[in-house]
């Protein structure tokens, strides 16, 4: 059977590169390109891929779109942190030259992050939506992100035992870049909510323990700490933004000023 990937992408040309070489061995690479400012598209071109450019409505939608662009029967889907291994292209392989059990899989992920393979933390092995799947045995939720989805087959999720590799965040900067965005899009989906600053607060110090204490972080040393740090600051912004949003401050406000008249003498 014949497999397209598809790749979510907006100003990744750090990164768009390695993702696609991981997954040269597919029948169709597309790119799902957001109208990036950088190489991105450029570079995707001129690996091979097919670049089809969607305007970004949230991930939900922006998923639901690369999946109508998608030509084959199975779909195996990678973000730009994403690489597919040798051993994730052989498993997949042997499913697809038999009878596959299951229409959807989820797959695997192992995470490198500050010059360390994370294994505590909730990051190893963690695990997205189904990352290989027939096409229209599933559908993503309409969502801004952490987008859910739907099963449109009677048969269970299937996971495969092999990991693919994700690096989530090349450096500081990624850390804090994408806890603003994604903080900004999670505010969203609290639109139907009040919240106050204490659940704010309370909701990031929660998020912390779990991923620092309950899910072990401690044990990845400092990784575990900025792991479990980001996810305080990423979930305290969503709900202090959402707080933001209800109050609509006004900005202070003063009459022109100009220069005093001088009285003469």
């Given at each position: ?79 730009t942190d994403e690489q597919c291994t ?173 220069r005093p008249d001088v009285q003469s003498?």
């Open positions: 059977m014949s497999l397209s990937v598809y790749i979510i992408a907006y100003n990744e040309a750090k990164k768009i590169a390695d993702t696609i070489n991981s997954v040269l061995w597919a029948d169709e690479i597309i790119v799902a390109d957001s109208a990036s400012t950088d190489e991105t598209a450029r570079i995707a071109g001129d690996l091979g891929a097919r670049v089809v450019q969607i305007p970004f409505h949230g991930f939900g939608d922006l998923r639901n779109q690369a999946i109508k662009a998608c030509t084959h029967e199975w779909i195996f889907s990678l973000d040798p051993e994730v292209r052989d498993e997949i392989l042997r499913v697809l030259a038999g009878t596959p059990a299951h229409d959807a899989y989820l797959v695997p992920r192992r995470n490198y992050f500050m010059g360390r393979w994370i294994k505590h933390s909730g990051w190893y092995p963690n695990f997205r939506q189904p990352q290989l799947f027939r096409k229209g045995a599933m559908k993503y939720a309409e969502s801004p992100v952490h987008e859910g989805y739907e099963l449109l087959t009677s048969k269970p999720v299937g996971c495969l035992s092999q990991a693919i590799w994700q690096v989530p965040f090349r450096d500081f900067e990624e850390v804090v870049k994408k806890a603003n965005r994604y903080s900004s899009l999670g505010a969203l989906k609290l639109a139907d909510r009040r919240v106050s600053m204490g659940a704010a607060l309370g909701h990031g110090i929660w998020s912390f323990l779990k991923h620092y204490v309950a899910k072990r972080g401690f044990l990845d040393g400092w990784p575990g700490f900025v792991i479990a740090f980001g996810n305080f600051e990423g979930t305290f912004y969503r709900y202090a933004k959402r707080y933001e949003a209800q109050q609509r401050w006004p900005m202070p406000t003063q009459p022109a000023l100009r003498k």
